[in-house]
């Protein structure tokens, strides 16, 4: 009898600054972290446009200096976000490439050479980083590569999510499942747990992650038979490595202007060059407590040469270093959970290797010294890429015995045109880290007499001010029958599945009237590249 071949998945962690992919390899019974063209294991998530062709990863990364109005980073910033959004437009301003507003206030990136003119959603900058990395795994295992687990931040919202599987799906990927990236981490970190020695008890770990555009705080458990559970998550997803480079080139900025007296605040070429060097300076200053930024003719032909120390970098991002914690704090209570009671404490993500971020990590849980036995830049898809092959019925017996209970990240709630309720007010249907998949139903009664139909407006978020929260759709229920206010009763129900994304229905009890909305995408998919 002839031996199936069985399908590879791969698993992506596609990260602000770097993305990842990695794979199940049977015939070594382990994963492996798969390296690009370029010979690298992360590829940085960078796309640029020289007037002829399309680059993507390490070529884009290598001209953005010479050419940076056509070179996109951080495009993850913009997945699923509206253009109108405050943050986006905070971006936006520090960027050198150029967004605009498109259809449905979708942010657009433009790439200008000459007279032409070419615009991108960023589903489709991130489809072509995700396509890259697929080539690589193809070029690498040989075969044909569709079925994908893609990581998202534990804090993406279900537009970002679903803006990440349109990614996936324009990059020609099958997208079998979205997972947190804390939780990817921890399915590294317990299976190298779990091969290497036996569960004695059921742990609660911990999982601090920081990479170069978001922050994520997840609280887990692993089960002694290998059941990982969710507890809680918190973080930002605003908050991590670049947000240090900018606090640094803000004040080499300073120094140059004060010293040389010009402005080079409005040089983009010269922003560029200084972002990078202050990048490269950052990493110098986790293993050294000084080091020297040189620039030539950073602006109007003037050399740029300073000093910078480990103190001073500290100083200028103590702000953030000092939110983290609080983020680390806010997660341990919102799943009940005292730091004592905290087995592990698992940092990941680049901006992890920052000493200041270890020591107070270390200083707040009281001396605990930290687990860094996953590789910070790698654990994410690799975990990813065990949770493909556990998808498929790939892998050995510990992949395969992999249970994973995921939770929701913010609470998800409504405001229904029923008496008494405030202008504003959101009744919370799913409150924030409910485990999921899950499905939860509630009832209203109509508000007029003769009432026909119903406005349901879906919301995200932890106030109880719905113009506090994020908007994420409304519909309408029609066919309500004719009856004195009060008297018709509607049932809503909201379902989210393993990727965390949210279908709501509701139905009119007394005629089973019925309309539904998926939290949809926020642009319509095209395939032009
Ligand atoms: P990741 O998304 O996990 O690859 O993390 C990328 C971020 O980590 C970028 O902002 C890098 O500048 C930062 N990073 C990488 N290595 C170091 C290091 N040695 N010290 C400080 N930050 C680092």
Same mark, same amino acid.
């Given at each position: 009898?002839?031996?199936?071949?069985?399908?590879?998945?791969?698993?992506i962690d596609l990260g602000t600054t770097y993305s990842?992919?990695?794979?199940?390899?049977?015939?070594?019974?382990?994963?492996?972290?798969?390296?690009?063209?370029?010979?690298?294991?992360?590829?940085?998530s960078?796309?640029?446009?020289?007037?002829?062709?399309?680059?993507?990863?390490?070529?884009?990364?290598?001209?953005?200096?010479?050419?940076?109005?056509?070179?996109?980073?951080d495009v993850k910033r913009l997945m699923g976000s509206?253009?109108?959004?405050?943050r986006?437009?905070?971006?936006?301003?520090?960027?050198?490439?150029?967004?605009?507003?498109?259809?449905?206030?979708?942010?657009?990136?433009?790439?200008?050479?000459?007279?032409?003119? *070419?615009?991108? =959603?960023?589903?489709?900058?991130s489809? !072509?980083? &995700? @396509?890259?990395?697929?080539?690589? $795994? %193809?070029?690498? +295992?040989?075969?044909?590569?569709?079925?994908?687990?893609i990581t998202v931040p534990a804090y993406f919202i279900d537009q970002q999510r679903q803006a990440t599987?349109?990614?996936?799906?324009?990059?020609?990927?099958?997208?079998?499942?979205l997972v947190s990236e804390p939780t990817s981490a921890a399915?590294?970190?317990?299976?190298?747990?779990?091969?290497?020695?036996?569960?004695?008890?059921?742990?609660?770990?911990?999982i601090f992650d920081m990479g170069g555009g978001t922050f994520d705080v997840s609280?887990?458990?692993?089960?002694?038979?290998?059941?990982?559970?969710v507890?809680?998550v918190g973080g930002d997803t605003h908050l991590g490595g670049e947000?240090?480079?900018?606090?640094?080139?803000?004040?080499?900025?300073?120094?140059?202007?004060?010293?040389?007296? *010009?402005?080079? =605040?409005?040089?983009?070429?010269?922003? !560029?060059? &200084? @972002?990078?060097?202050?990048?490269? $300076? %950052?990493?110098? +200053?986790?293993?050294?407590?000084?080091?020297?930024?040189?620039?030539?003719?950073?602006?109007?032909?003037?050399?740029?040469?300073?000093?910078?120390?480990?103190?001073?970098?500290?100083?200028?991002?103590?702000?953030?270093?000092?939110?983290c914690?609080?983020h680390?704090?806010?997660c341990?209570?919102?799943?009940?959970?005292?730091?004592?009671?905290?087995?592990?404490?698992?940092?990941v993500g680049?901006s992890?290797?920052?000493?200041?971020?270890?020591?107070?990590?270390?200083?707040?849980?009281?001396?605990?010294?930290?687990?860094?036995?996953?590789?910070?830049?790698?654990a994410v898809a690799?975990g990813a890429?065990?949770?493909?092959?556990?998808?498929?019925?790939?892998?050995?017996?510990?992949?395969?015995?992999?249970?994973?209970?995921d939770v929701t990240p913010l609470?998800?709630?409504?405001?229904?045109?029923? @008496?008494?309720?405030?202008?504003?007010?959101?009744?919370?249907?799913?409150?924030?880290?409910?485990?999921?998949?899950?499905?939860?139903?509630?009832?209203?009664?109509?508000?007029?007499?003769?009432?026909?139909?119903?406005?349901?407006?879906?919301?995200q978020?932890?106030?109880?001010?719905?113009?506090?929260?994020?908007?994420?759709?409304?519909?309408?229920?029609?066919?309500?029958?004719?009856?004195?206010?009060?008297?018709?009763?509607?049932?809503?129900?909201?379902?989210?599945?393993?990727n965390g994304?949210?279908?709501?229905?509701?139905?009119?009890?007394?005629?089973?009237?019925?309309?539904?909305?998926?939290?949809?995408?926020?642009?319509?998919?095209?395939?032009?590249?």
């Amino acid at each position: 009898m002839s031996k199936r071949v069985r399908e590879t998945g791969i698993g992506i962690d596609l990260g602000t600054t770097y993305s990842c992919v990695a794979a199940w390899f049977d015939q070594h019974n382990r994963v492996e972290i798969i390296p690009n063209q370029q010979g690298n294991k992360t590829t940085p998530s960078c796309v640029a446009w020289d007037g002829t062709n399309i680059l993507i990863g390490e070529p884009a990364m290598n001209q953005i200096s010479r050419n940076s109005k056509n070179t996109v980073f951080d495009v993850k910033r913009l997945m699923g976000s509206r253009f109108d959004d405050s943050r986006v437009q905070e971006d936006i301003k520090s960027w050198p490439f150029e967004v605009n507003e498109g259809c449905g206030k979708k942010p657009m990136v433009v790439f200008r050479h000459d007279s032409q003119e *070419k615009k991108f =959603s960023p589903e489709e900058i991130s489809s !072509m980083i &995700l @396509k890259n990395l697929k080539d690589a $795994a %193809k070029a690498y +295992l040989g075969t044909t590569v569709t079925n994908a687990v893609i990581t998202v931040p534990a804090y993406f919202i279900d537009q970002q999510r679903q803006a990440t599987k349109d990614a996936g799906k324009l990059a020609g990927l099958n997208v079998m499942r979205l997972v947190s990236e804390p939780t990817s981490a921890a399915i590294a970190y317990g299976l190298d747990k779990s091969t290497n020695m036996n569960f004695p008890k059921e742990k609660t770990f911990l999982i601090f992650d920081m990479g170069g555009g978001t922050f994520d705080v997840s609280l887990l458990n692993i089960s002694k038979s290998g059941v990982i559970s969710v507890i809680a998550v918190g973080g930002d997803t605003h908050l991590g490595g670049e947000d240090f480079d900018k606090a640094m080139v803000n004040y080499c900025v300073q120094v140059f202007n004060k010293k040389e007296k *010009k402005d080079v =605040s409005k040089n983009a070429r010269a922003l !560029m060059r &200084l @972002k990078l060097a202050c990048e490269k $300076a %950052k990493r110098d +200053l986790s293993s050294t407590t000084h080091t020297t930024i040189d620039i030539d003719f950073l602006h109007e032909g003037i050399d740029f040469s300073m000093t910078f120390s480990r103190a001073k970098f500290e100083e200028l991002n103590a702000n953030f270093f000092n939110i983290c914690i609080k983020h680390v704090e806010n997660c341990l209570s919102d799943g009940n959970v005292h730091k004592k009671d905290v087995d592990d404490v698992v940092i990941v993500g680049g901006s992890t290797r920052i000493p200041k971020v270890q020591q107070m990590l270390t200083e707040f849980f009281d001396g605990k010294p930290l687990c860094r036995s996953i590789n910070a830049d790698e654990a994410v898809a690799y975990g990813a890429a065990v949770l493909a092959a556990n998808l498929l019925s790939n892998g050995n017996e510990k992949v395969q015995d992999l249970v994973l209970l995921d939770v929701t990240p913010l609470s998800l709630g409504i405001w229904v045109e029923v @008496k008494d309720t405030h202008e504003d007010d959101m009744s919370v249907v799913i409150p924030r880290n409910t485990p999921i998949p899950t499905t939860r139903e509630r009832n209203y009664n109509t508000r007029y007499d003769n009432q026909e139909t119903m406005v349901i407006k879906v919301f995200q978020g932890e106030s109880g001010k719905t113009k506090e929260n994020i908007f994420l759709n409304s519909f309408r229920l029609y066919g309500i029958p004719a009856a004195p206010a009060r008297e018709q009763k509607i049932n809503v129900c909201f379902n989210i599945d393993a990727n965390g994304i949210l279908i709501v229905s509701a139905e009119v009890k007394s005629n089973g009237s019925k309309n539904c909305i998926k939290i949809d995408k926020t642009g319509t998919l095209s395939n032009r590249w």
